[in-house]
């Protein structure tokens, strides 16, 4: 479909709203999936980045398990038609109420964050008469040289568990038969590009499984993780992220054993590209020597620039339209909402722009919609899919 087809097409819906390239999710999907295939690796999608049903069902007809960090999330992931084994459950503040739903749903794993949680889910399986297959969660202390809101794996982060505070994790496991070990899980932030940082990563496990080992703990599983990045600055160039050079890395990296499973937890990178923020400009406000393009999709819709100081690509696609002369000014596009971290750029080379054009702010999908909130009572954004346009023939 031509831009200025789809342009003509989201003038008539209300916005703001996300727009869900449903093609480019099931390319991603499957080139992911090629890529992990060629080394008998699995993954599991990391629900947190978007749960949206209509993306969830093309992630299960990939054939993709689940990894949730929520009861609901276990529950959307179970009613989504994921079988529970493919289930996985990680997250530092578990309540009893979702170890026992998880426990009674039959997941594949929890990644346990701590000794004082493993001693609750032994408690609650004991109680409820289920095994509960664990992996602990490994701080490994690597730094993921990322912002550091989506760092996770150093010492100042409250996920996984240290290496030294291992021994009472290892006893328990060893005592008790309502937990059965699994393996280790690690994941130490999100949007990494640096493939030195998964190097790191992968010699960090090789060292880590000696230590079960040494204490006797077979490891049956691997869990890396997600944290694998996405080129937000060029979205046409790079829609699908090189995910045969992530898992060769991995590869090339990471001691693997006889009969062991490697699984990933991918989010940002299966998502982030097929999904865009559709806005238009209700205003252009001069204001001194800056002017503001007053957009009307604000932080409530999308928190991530607010939230990690992050630009996401703008278009003007009423511009791309009409292709008028393009005649460039600076402009800062700002949203509605009474907070002045609100702002989705600053002094960005634009194109001329007037109240009304529609405007998509891209590589949304992941991370986006889920972190919506109605701060200012507002509404929250509608979604429209890819798969639901049908352009009139003439
Ligand atoms: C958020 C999260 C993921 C997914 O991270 P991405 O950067 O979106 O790939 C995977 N595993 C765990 C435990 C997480 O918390």
Redesign the pocket.
């Given at each position: 479909m031509s831009t200025e087809d789809l342009v003509s097409v989201f003038e008539k819906i209300p916005t703001p709203f996300y727009y869900y390239n449903l093609d480019l999710l099931r390319e991603t999907l499957t080139r992911a999936q090629e890529a992990a295939g060629k080394y008998s690796y699995h993954i599991h999608y990391?629900l947190?980045?978007n749960a949206d049903k209509r993306v969830l069902e093309q992630v299960r007809k990939a054939g993709m398990g689940a990894?949730c960090?929520s009861g609901n999330e276990v529950e959307r992931a179970v009613a989504a038609g994921f079988h529970p084994s493919d289930v996985f459950f990680?997250?530092v503040g578990k309540t009893d109420h979702e170890i026992r739903l998880a426990l009674e749903k039959g997941i594949g794993c929890f990644?346990v964050e701590s000794f004082e949680e493993l001693q609750v889910i032994e408690q609650l399986a004991r109680e409820a008469e289920y095994v509960a297959p664990v992996a602990i969660?490994i701080n490994p202390r690597v730094d993921a040289h990322t912002h550091r809101h989506?760092t996770?794996g150093t010492e100042i982060n409250k996920?996984g568990i240290l290496e030294e505070d291992l021994q009472p994790v290892f006893a328990l496991l060893e005592k008790s038969s309502w937990l059965d070990f699994k393996g280790i899980?690690i994941?130490i932030?999100?949007?990494?590009t640096e493939m030195d940082v998964f190097r790191h990563m992968c010699e960090r496990v090789n060292t880590l499984q000696d230590l079960f080992l040494r204490q006797g703990l077979e490891i049956s599983l691997l869990d890396l993780?997600?944290?694998?990045?996405v080129d937000y600055n060029h979205p046409e160039e790079y829609p699908v992220p090189d995910f045969e050079m992530f898992f060769e890395t991995i590869h090339e990296n990471l001691n693997v054993h006889p009969g062991q499973h490697v699984h990933f937890?991918?989010?940002?990178?299966?998502v982030a590209q097929m999904g865009d923020l559709i806005t238009r400009i209700l205003y252009v406000k001069k204001s001194g020597p800056r002017t503001f393009l007053v957009v009307d999709a604000g932080m409530t819709d999308l928190i991530r620039p607010a939230l990690y100081e992050t630009e996401h690509k703008i278009e003007n696609l009423s511009w791309r339209k009409k292709r008028e002369e393009k005649k460039e000014i600076k402009v800062d596009v700002v949203g509605p909402v009474c907070e002045t971290a609100d702002t989705f750029a600053r002094n960005l080379d634009f194109p001329y722009s007037r109240r009304g054009d529609i405007l998509a702010i891209r590589s949304a999908g992941?991370?986006g919609q889920m972190m919506s909130s109605h701060y200012n009572l507002r509404n929250a954004a509608s979604v429209v899919y890819s798969d639901d346009i049908r352009i009139a023939k003439p």
């Open positions: 990391a947190k980045a990894d960090v990680a997250g990644n969660r989506i996770t996920f899980h994941h932030g999100s949007q990494i993780g997600g944290g694998f990045g937890e991918l989010g940002r990178s299966l992941a991370y």
